[in-house]
């Protein structure tokens, strides 16, 4: 592979992702299949395959935080931020698991049930908390149960209010904190309220400081909204609030897959690296995210195998972007010629 000049600050792009993303198997039809591996072990694969981005749940970073008072909480949280330092490893974001708790039955901030509101936002202004001591200025929003399974649940245009009302009071929790909101419009609900990262923006520009909220668009959720992750990805970074990406792959309409980055569809995931390549994503720190799950198939000594793989395909897609031959790419374009188009584009994919 030609080395390629990249664009990040410091020469090359930097990946993250999550500990979640070392699974053990289980899916609703059957128990885990792989041993857990201890956190402190998930630590050590980070640089082993060359990444520097740790993504965090709440609870990924402070265990059973419910049962724990506020300064035990931050203090477990400040000392895990001196371990990422001593090996080298950054806190990418934190994100509150508003989905598992008793209380998030009927949703977070979205919830019919004032007490169960107030769960979620006190969960969700810790987690800025524990963004601070962890030493990350990000925090995540997958609004996994604000939704309904049924429309007349929930009122639709109310909802709106509670969740721009919930981003205010956590922004106004730390000056420097930002909120990404990562839309998907299904699973666990049948109609989620923040579908798409058009939904996402416009509620950020409604927020009492839209410059500190933006986006993580997630490949896999923008196939199940029907839509092109790459144009969804090209919207966010016009508005310049595509802030960090879970890159992944998803093989139509189905359970949210968590596929190898480009293991279903090359060419939409070449689209998505030259989206991002072309519009110089990551030269302010964002970082080349991935939220991938290894198959239930397998085997306990390759369970870092996806991860190691989507950041290949990844690289190799990056060469395919800066190799393509946009001379001839324009000339076509400006010929109108996109049957010609399409064949220089899917003969370079291909190597021919
Ligand atoms: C859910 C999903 C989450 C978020 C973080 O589909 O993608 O893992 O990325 O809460
Ligand atoms: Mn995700």
């Known amino acids: 592979m030609a080395k390629a000049k990249t664009r990040a600050a410091g020469g090359k792009y930097r990946f993250s992702f999550g500990p979640w993303n070392i699974s053990e198997g289980a899916d609703p039809f059957g128990p885990p299949v792989r041993k857990p591996v201890p956190f402190a072990k998930k630590l050590k694969v980070y640089h082993k395959l060359g990444f520097t981005g740790v993504q965090f749940h709440d609870d990924d970073a402070v265990p059973g935080l419910d049962n724990l008072s506020h300064a035990q909480v931050v203090n477990r949280a400040r000392k895990l931020g001196k371990i990422l330092a001593d090996n080298g490893l950054t806190p990418e974001f934190v994100a509150p698991r508003l989905w598992e708790s008793p209380k998030t039955i ?53 909802v709106n209010e509670q969740i721009v009302g919930a981003i205010n009071k956590m922004l106004a929790q730390h000056p420097t904190i930002r909120i990404m909101i990562e839309p998907k419009p299904n699973e666990p609900m049948d109609q989620a309220y923040v579908p798409t990262i058009g939904h996402a923006l416009s509620l950020a520009y409604l927020s009492d400081d839209p410059d500190r909220v933006g986006g993580l668009i997630e490949t896999a959720h923008v196939v199940l909204a029907g839509l092109d992750p790459s144009d969804e990805m090209a919207f966010a970074l016009f508005h310049k609030k595509l802030w960090s990406v879970h890159l992944n792959d998803q093989n139509g309409l189905k359970f949210d897959e968590d596929k190898n980055f480009g293991g279903v569809d090359l060419r939409r995931a070449f689209n998505q690296v030259r989206v991002l390549d072309d519009a110089g994503y990551g030269r302010n720190g964002e970082y080349v995210g991935l939220d991938v799950k290894t198959f239930r198939t397998t085997k306990q000594a390759d369970e870092t195998a996806h991860l190691a793989n989507s950041k290949r395909f990844f690289e190799l897609l990056l060469h395919k972007v800066r190799t393509f031959d946009r001379k001839a790419e324009a000339q076509l374009i400006k010929d109108r010629d996109y049957e010609g188009l399409e064949r220089l584009v899917v003969e370079h994919l291909l190597g021919a």
């Open 106 to 158: 009927d949703g977070g901030f979205t919830s019919n049930d004032p007490g169960c509101r107030r769960y979620a936002l006190d969960r969700a202004l810790l987690t800025v908390d524990i963004a601070d001591a962890l030493g990350s200025k990000n925090i995540v929003l997958w609004l996994a149960r604000e939704g309904t399974y049924i429309r007349e649940a929930k009122n639709a245009r109310v």
